[in-house]
T-cell receptor, first 114, second 114 residues
Framework: GNSVTQMEGPVTLSEEAFLTINCTYTATGYPSLFWYVQYPGEGLQLLLKATKADDKGSNKGFEATYRKETTSFHLEKGSVQVSDSAVYFCALSDDGGSQGNLIFGKGTKLSVKP | DTGVSQNPRHKITKRGQNVTFRCDPISEHNRLYWYRQTLGQGPEFLTYFQNEAQLEKSRLLSDRFSAERPKGSFSTLEIQRTEQGDSAMYLC????????????FGSGTRLTVV
């Protein structure tokens, strides 16, 4: 079945460091891919998405490119801030992008130190 | 619109009791989803509705769980004869039938079964 695998955390970085959180997926068809963020004490928020191969999603300095050849959707940010401390979830849409059920990875906790 | 609203935010119940949670989605969203998130894990799909029709249920949704969405507006999730293993965050999300923006999640209801 479809699945998402994320790098395990926690990840601890210093402010202004470069961030990469790896995400790979297994899916039939052509899923849409998402990154969600969960700040402490808050609900999940959509960070960015990509709906087809080679699409790049971006938001708030974060980027991820849909790589069909490597079945990956790695999250990157060039310079993290303390306010980026949160749990990040990679997810795929199970029905080809028409907003079906989402399958989530286990999440990666990021802590950014000043 | 104030987003997806879930009530209560927290619920503590004794094992064997019944509990009911409510979700009010974004008014123009046709789809409504329930997910469960346990500590250290990503959200897991439970069920979803398109308008008032419950279109899919996960195997995670045992006979003790029931969800309704009368009139295609708010939804309720009831757990009967709660067990300690039901302790989790229950998340609701809504989505347009076809839309580019993914889900909008509520803040969740945290259930603790003692």
């Amino acid at each position: 079945g479809n699945s998402v695998t994320q790098m395990e955390g926690p990840v601890t970085l210093s402010e202004e460091a470069f961030l990469t959180i790896n995400c790979t997926y297994t899916a039939t068809g052509y899923p849409s891919l998402f990154w969600y963020v969960q700040y402490p004490g808050e609900g999940l928020q959509l960070l960015l998405k990509a709906t087809k191969a080679d699409d790049k999603g971006s938001n708030k300095g974060f980027e991820a490119t849909y790589r069909k050849e490597t079945t990956s959707f790695h999250l990157e940010k060039g310079s993290v801030q303390v306010s980026d401390s949160a749990v990040y979830f990679c997810a795929l849409s199970d029905d080809g992008g028409s907003q079906g059920n989402l399958i989530f990875g286990k999440g990666t906790k990021l802590s950014v130190k000043p | 619109d104030t987003g997806v609203s879930q009530n209560p935010r927290h619920k503590i119940t004794k094992r064997g009791q019944n509990v009911t949670f409510r979700c009010d989605p974004i008014s123009e969203h046709n789809r409504l989803y329930w997910y469960r998130q346990t500590l250290g894990q990503g959200p897991e799909f439970l069920t979803y509705f398109q308008n008032e029709a419950q279109l899919e249920k996960s195997r995670l949704l045992s006979d003790r769980f029931s969800a309704e969405r009368p009139k295609g507006s708010f939804s309720t999730l009831e757990i009967q004869r709660t067990e300690q293993g039901d302790s989790a965050m229950y998340l609701c999300a809504s989505s347009p039938r076809y839309g580019p923006d993914g889900y909008t999640f509520g803040s969740g209801t945290r259930l603790t079964v003692v």
